[in-house]
């Protein structure tokens, strides 16, 4: 009955919520315009949640509201326009669609599939050692997960695995892109740009890959660990490497448009991993590689047609649920929803500080489910609650970042998981996801308080 309602039951909780928190009498230390900001992204976040209507649509109700009710200006609500991050995400979409169409990235999967894959075990150890090489090259986890899954297909096909394997093997294609993702800046250009800049930080390669580059790979390793204890493989597999060989011949030699790919990706690397020389900002070194893929001899990989692959809907998900945190500390909803929901004092132990976050924000994106939009709560609230207590905002907002994005118990919580539900991921569905994501639940923990906090302390990043 829920399921077949839910739709309608999120859309009436949403607008009871909203006009329920708008015409509430008035609450010390809330300004009116966090009032109306607060009821508007509630009505949003449920939204989000229940999946009214695309997730696209309800943004631009939330930012459309937000002017209407002159609730703050349209230069605060739309900002994220006219800052590098957004052109980051674009150049990410435009880069991942040069590479895919190219099929540089099929290269690349065959001839490490053929190369290095013999066993049910390495399959599994495939799609993360793929996951982080291809997040080089593809800024967005879900091209990359596509791409591994399309390789992973052919031999589940013809080794003829049983359902139940074929499940893990496509669970593990795109659970993978959640801990491979946290590596580099460019694993996903959406999500980790964002965590950066809910801390005020200019994004940056190099600061990125020195604080989360470690507890990236340890997370990478121990899902991994826990993926083959979880799911164990059939005992008598063996890959059969020759459709995947044939499939390499078919692409032939190595075309023009594949090295014009590669030449600008290596050269958008390079002033990457230099901008602490230049400055540039990786947005607009993303954007000026994909326009350099455009351009007639030197280019030539990036079609007009490309520009349907950058998703409009995301973009503007994503000025909505980072426009919650900066419409929300304009008009003082932070600071309020910080004093009311948080205790009184800050934990004066990193460590216990690091397990009441990870709590916080884990209790949190189980109800609402939406990565993005529980960043957007939750990192500006922690930040406001830190202030003055000597804590950094980028712990504070990387710790929400892991917490959250490395957390699910259904396919709902990650999109990433969400994508490849059903026959694309091998079929893989609400069990196998639920299986992986208890002791998930737990590994977050072991990662955010035992992992990140001891290496921060030793960059100097935490006192």
């Not at 980028?394 to 969400?418: D, E, G, K, R």
């Not at 893989?428 to 737990?442: I, M």
Request: charged share 10%.
């Amino acid at each position: 009955m829920f399921a077949k309602y839910k739709s309608e039951i999120g859309a009436v909780l949403g607008v009871l919520l909203c006009l329920g928190v708008w015409s509430m009498p008035a609450r010390p230390g809330l300004p009116i315009e966090g009032q109306h900001c607060l009821a508007l992204s509630l009505l949003a976040v449920a939204w989000w949640a229940f999946g009214v209507v695309n997730p696209g649509f309800t943004s631009l109700i939330l930012l459309a509201s937000w002017v209407l009710t002159h609730t703050a200006e349209p230069a605060i609500v739309f900002r994220l326009w006219t800052t590098p991050l957004m052109y980051l995400v674009i150049g990410g979409y435009l880069i991942a669609a040069a590479v895919e169409g190219s099929g540089l990235g099929r290269r690349i999967a065959y001839h490490f599939t053929t190369r290095y894959v013999d066993s049910y075990r390495g399959m599994i150890a495939a799609c993360y050692i793929l996951g982080f090489l291809l997040s080089i090259m593809i800024p967005h986890p879900w091209p990359r997960s596509f791409m591994i899954m399309a390789v992973m297909a052919i031999i589940i096909k013809s080794a003829k695995l049983e359902p139940k394997f074929a499940a893990q093997i496509g669970l593990t294609a795109f659970a993978a892109s959640c801990p491979t993702s946290m590596i580099l800046l460019t694993g996903d250009s959406t999500l980790n740009v964002v965590a950066m800049n809910f801390a005020g930080v200019e994004a940056s390669w190099l600061k990125w890959a020195l604080y989360m580059g470690v507890p990236g790979v340890i997370t990478s390793v121990l899902l991994f660990l826990i993926q083959i204890w979880l799911f164990p493989g059939p005992k008598d597999f063996v890959v059969n490497k020759d459709e995947i060989r044939v499939l390499l011949q078919g692409l032939g030699p190595v075309t023009r448009n594949e090295k014009a790919v590669m030449f600008w990706v290596l050269v958008a690397i390079g002033f990457w991993t230099t901008d602490f020389v230049h400055h540039i900002h990786p947005g607009w070194i993303a954007i000026g590689a994909a326009l350099m893929m455009t351009l007639p001899r030197i280019g030539g990989a990036l079609k007009a047609s490309d520009w349907g692959k950058v998703n409009l809907g995301t973009l503007f998900f994503l000025t909505a649920a980072l426009g919650i945190g900066t419409v929300g500390g304009v008009t003082g909803m932070n600071k309020w929803v910080a004093a009311v929901m948080l205790p009184a004092h800050v934990p004066t132990n990193i460590f216990v500080f690091a397990l009441f976050v990870t709590l916080f924000a884990v209790l949190i994106h189980m109800v609402l489910g939406s990565v993005l939009a529980v960043m957007g709560i939750v990192t500006p609230a922690i930040i406001a609650y830190t202030a003055g207590s000597g804590i950094s905002p980028i712990v504070a907002s990387l710790l929400v970042y892991t917490a959250v994005n490395q957390h699910y118990l259904l396919p709902f919580h990650n999109m990433a998981i969400l994508v490849g539900e059903g026959e694309q991921g091998g079929r893989y569905g609400s069990a196998e996801v639920f299986k992986l994501g208890v002791p998930l639940t737990a590994l977050v923990f072991v990662i955010t308080v035992c992992v990140e906090v001891p290496w921060w302390k030793i960059l100097g990043l935490i006192p």
